[in-house]
Antibody, heavy 119, light 107 residues
């Protein structure tokens, strides 16, 4: 059974960098074949795809967030990470990590973690 | 980006009702359409993919249809556990986009 688990600070100050990690169990990122994504959901709103990373290190980001987003991979720990720089209150959201095959929907999701941007 | 527009944004229904939610893409997406169910405080759950294919373990009362730009999710007989928010998502392009959601509430 594939499981994903987000971790990281629940509170970030404005202008700082949001950093989250997604630990993967039941699957090996290094085996290839899947995209590993970050998705967020503003309180009471819909879902916004942030970007993905492939095991090769190839990344692709939502153009609306590209300038502030970085996703990296740590295959030794079987996890991938998100960094979002220069955050504002508008970045307050529940952040999910998720898995998909290329050109397929997201079949496994983490439980989500709320990140609040506030001083 | 491809914009996804769901309707209605919310609906009220009773157990046993037939419920249909529609999703329109701003351009053709060639059946690359998924439906998710989300309950409060939980992650979205994949229900259908490729517009009409049921994800493993999902009850057969859920079905999907459509082509081109217009798609629909139908729940044939609403059950108590089906009260939730439903999202469509296109994966035709590398930038994935979701509809704004449809909340199915108790009438």
């Amino acid at each position: 059974q594939v499981q994903l688990q987000e971790s990281g600070p629940g509170l970030v100050k404005p202008s700082q960098t949001l950093s989250l990690t997604c630990g993967v169990s039941g699957d090996s990122i290094s085996s290839g074949g899947y995209y590993w994504s970050w998705i967020r959901q503003h309180p009471g709103e819909g879902l916004e795809w942030i970007g993905f990373i492939y095991y090769s290190g190839t990344t692709y980001y939502n153009p609306s967030l590209k300038s502030r987003t970085s996703i990296s991979i740590d295959m030794s720990e079987n996890q991938f990470s998100l960094k979002l720089t220069s955050v504002t209150a508008a970045d307050t959201a529940v952040y999910y990590c998720a898995r998909s095959n290329p050109s397929e929907p997201f079949d496994y999701w983490g439980q989500g973690t709320l990140v609040t941007v506030s001083s | 980006d491809i914009q996804m527009t769901q309707s209605p944004s919310s609906l009220s229904a009773s157990v046993g009702d037939r419920v249909t939610i529609t999703c329109r893409a701003s351009q053709g997406i060639s059946y690359s359409l998924a439906w998710y169910q989300q309950k409060p405080g939980r992650a979205p759950k994949l229900l259908l993919y490729a517009a009409s294919r049921l994800q493993s373990g999902v009850p057969s009362r859920f079905s999907g249809s459509g082509s081109g730009t217009d798609y629909a999710l139908t729940i044939s007989s609403l059950q108590p556990e089906d009260f939730a928010t439903y999202y469509c998502q296109q994966y035709s392009t590398i930038t994935k986009t979701f509809g704004q959601g449809t909340k199915v509430e108790v009438k």
